[in-house]
């Protein structure tokens, strides 16, 4: 099992309309974890951590589960901006970053 | 968010050549930073982790006689791509550790895009 997956896509969903995707990691004793989000030909750029709690940062609602050991990502009303890959990232105890290789979203007009 | 830098933002040499890329913190001090490699559709992969004043770090199968780097202050790490073949063309992205609000946090340079001719 890899140690983080992520389904490539793409996703397309029109705009407006409300995305999730998940992130599985196979190692239990992962500390943190982010969602990245890649344009095209750019440096990924934080979008936001995920917490424990779960977390909401406008149309942005990360969660996180333990248990199954997979974090999500839901974007609500989405926008034609929102067209990018989100890379799913793990911090493991030993300060370790992985990442997963991204899923690729597309909003349609 | 925390500012990270690269330079240069592409660059073009020639095969056997030797390319340099800094990657800086400019608003915080980051004692570690990492570079990573960046295939066509592919995902970030790590080669190695720069700790300030000692000896970085790098993954397997990551060859430290051809990747050279060196984290001489807080705020600065280079990555010197030795005798360039055309295979290492590739995205090189930096990032640096900062302290956030939940833990730490990566903040990524805006990569070096290598074409080796």
């Known amino acids: 099992r890899k140690e983080v997956e992520q389904d490539p896509g793409p996703f397309n969903v029109p705009e407006g309309a409300t995305v999730a995707f998940n992130c599985t990691y196979s190692?239990?004793?992962?500390?943190?974890f982010f969602w990245y989000r890649q344009d095209c030909r750019k440096e990924p750029k934080l979008l936001m951590s995920?917490?424990?709690s779960g977390n909401e940062d406008g149309r942005f609602t990360a969660q996180l589960n333990r248990a199954s050991q997979y974090i999500s990502l839901l974007i609500r009303d989405s926008k034609l901006s929102d067209s990018a890959t989100y890379l799913c990232?793990?911090?493991?105890?030993?300060?370790?970053?992985?990442f997963g290789k991204g899923t690729r979203l597309h909003i349609l007009p | 968010g925390a500012v990270v830098s690269q330079h240069p933002s592409w660059v073009i040499c020639k095969s056997g050549t030797s390319v340099k890329i800094e990657c800086r913190s400019l608003?915080?001090?980051?004692?570690?930073m990492f570079w990573y490699r960046q295939f066509p559709k592919q995902s970030l992969m790590l080669m190695a982790t720069?700790?300030?004043?000692?000896?970085?770090?790098?993954e397997q199968g990551v060859e430290k006689d051809k990747f050279l780097i060196n984290h001489a202050s807080l705020t600065l790490s280079t990555l010197t791509v030795t005798s360039a073949h055309p295979e290492d063309s590739s995205f090189y992205i930096c990032?640096?550790?900062?302290?956030?609000?939940?833990?730490?946090?990566?903040?990524f340079g805006p990569g070096t895009r290598l074409t080796v001719t």
């Open positions: 720069s700790n300030e004043g000692s000896k970085a770090t790098y």
């Open positions: 608003d915080f001090q980051a004692t570690t």
């Open positions: 990232v793990v911090n493991h105890r030993d300060d370790k970053i992985i």
């Open positions: 995920v917490y424990s």
């Open positions: 190692n239990s004793a992962s500390q943190s």
């Open positions: 990032s640096a550790r900062a302290q956030g609000k939940d833990g730490y946090e990566q903040y």
